[in-house]
């Protein structure tokens, strides 16, 4: 493999690139390499998404509906499910979806099945990099040995391989995966230095180069576990500053005037989204292989899990007030989206309080302008169309689980009989008789 003959075709973009899975990380890295004059093929199982891509319909929040429908339409993206097309690929980016299994321990199938499917076809002198978050060592201890053992070819010799852990925040209006940095580690310097070469040929953010996949991996984990840790903290002050009357949320507007040595971190109902709530399974899973507990990681991740079962026992309370037992009562979540205006609801800690809630006897029902309706546990559940005065006035408790900015919280104040707000979204709401906060 020439390293420079490879660099030389990046500058002309004579690579095919291929992207193996079209969900929140996939279609906007597709979406990007054809904007940057790659010819690009998009993989999906999922037979809609693929459709959907190939009619230029987009179903993803980052990405623009004109950039994918101009992209598909001038021949620069497409899409498929035949696995047969990654033997037409030069680089191959992995972006399929690494959950946790029943029992909270990783499950690795979707790489896995998906690195059987490539190395069937992989051609010599490809470029393979895994962006799925996961445990440290994936990349050298399951992903080569299967493509090797699939392809017949020889990593280094044959083929690059690296890892380039995806950096997707839903929502978020700053930074996207166009300008947000990427960390890059590639068995071996050459295959560093082409990968890396091939997202600065992609991207306007920083491209950072690190010595090994394995860093790579567990600089992602550390990223996520990092947050886990310090929503844990301010969730058990919560529970505490409850218990002492005092304002979690004052205290930790007071904190964060501190210009240094303080990041603020808020408590909520629980964790949501792909990231946070699971990375630090994966690394607690995979030190167990060294005899290493993480006990600190592992008390945090603790706390978190616990939130959903918290929320739903202050909510018991509040109705306790009232002389109103749970079982019976009347309850309307105003969110479901793990995180504020988006319509993303994986690992939403508001599914899991509507669960624990029905679980009690409540009649439960949700509104989010964001999410029309989920599925949970294989069931389908569909929210408010909108939300009105009767709707408010009937319920006996409403829970504000999603912090949206399109939410009229004034007219919910105006009109609930009581509010818990686990966000405090209605913190500048001045008529507080009817509201507390988490």
């Not at 294989?378 to 408790?397: R, W």
Request: aromatic share 8%; charged share 25%.
């Amino acid at each position: 493999m020439n390293t420079v003959q490879y660099l030389d075709k990046i500058l002309k973009r004579e690579i095919a690139i291929g992207v193996i899975g079209l969900g929140y990380v996939g279609l906007p890295l597709a979406v990007e390499k054809a904007k940057a004059g790659f010819k690009t093929t998009g993989f999906d199982v999922q037979q809609k998404k693929v459709d959907m891509v190939n009619q230029g319909i987009n179903y993803i929040g980052d990405v623009v509906q004109e950039d994918l429908a101009g992209l598909v339409k001038s021949g620069m993206l497409r899409a498929t499910s035949d696995f047969s097309f990654v033997g037409e690929c030069d680089f191959i980016a992995i972006c399929v979806p690494t959950p946790l299994d029943e029992h909270q321990q990783p499950d690795i199938s979707y790489v896995r099945d998906s690195v059987i499917e490539i190395s069937k076809h992989l051609k010599k002198d490809s470029i393979v990099v895994l962006e799925s978050t996961t445990y440290p060592g994936t990349t050298e201890e399951l992903v080569k040995p299967l493509l090797e053992n699939g392809s017949g070819l020889v990593c280094g010799e044959d083929f690059y391989l690296g890892f380039s852990p995806e950096r997707v925040d839903p929502g978020n209006l700053i930074y996207k995966t166009k300008n947000t940095p990427k960390v890059v580690g590639g068995i071996g310097k050459d295959a560093t230095e082409v990968i890396a070469a091939m997202y600065r040929a992609v991207l306007s953010g920083d491209v950072y180069e690190v010595s090994s996949p394995a860093i790579a991996e567990m600089e992602k984990i550390l990223e996520n576990t990092y947050r886990n840790v310090n929503i844990g903290l301010v969730n058990e002050l919560a529970k505490l500053c409850h218990e002492m009357g005092i304002s979690i949320w004052e205290v930790i507007d007071a904190a964060k005037t501190k210009p240094y040595g303080f990041q603020a971190f808020y408590p909520g109902p629980g964790l949501g989204g792909h990231c946070i709530p699971l990375d630090p399974y994966y690394l607690s899973w995979k030190a167990r292989e060294y005899g290493f507990h993480t006990s600190m990681i592992e008390s945090s991740m603790m706390i978190n899990d616990r939130m959903p079962e918290y929320t739903v026992e202050r909510a018991s309370k509040i109705l306790n007030r009232s002389r109103k037992a749970l079982n019976g009562s009347k309850v309307l979540l105003l969110g479901v989206a793990y995180k504020q205006d988006i319509d993303d609801y994986r690992e939403s800690p508001a599914l899991k309080v509507i669960e624990i809630l029905e679980s009690q006897g409540a009649e439960v029902t949700y509104y989010d302008p964001w999410v029309a309706e989920y599925r949970y546990k294989g069931k389908a559940v569909q929210g408010l169309k909108e939300l009105t005065m009767e709707t408010l006035e009937s319920s006996d408790l409403i829970m504000v689980t999603s912090a949206h900015s399109n939410v009229d919280y004034t007219f919910v104040q105006r009109h609930a009989r009581a509010i818990f707000d686990t966000k405090n979204v209605m913190k500048a709401i001045q008529n507080r008789d009817n509201i507390e906060v988490l």
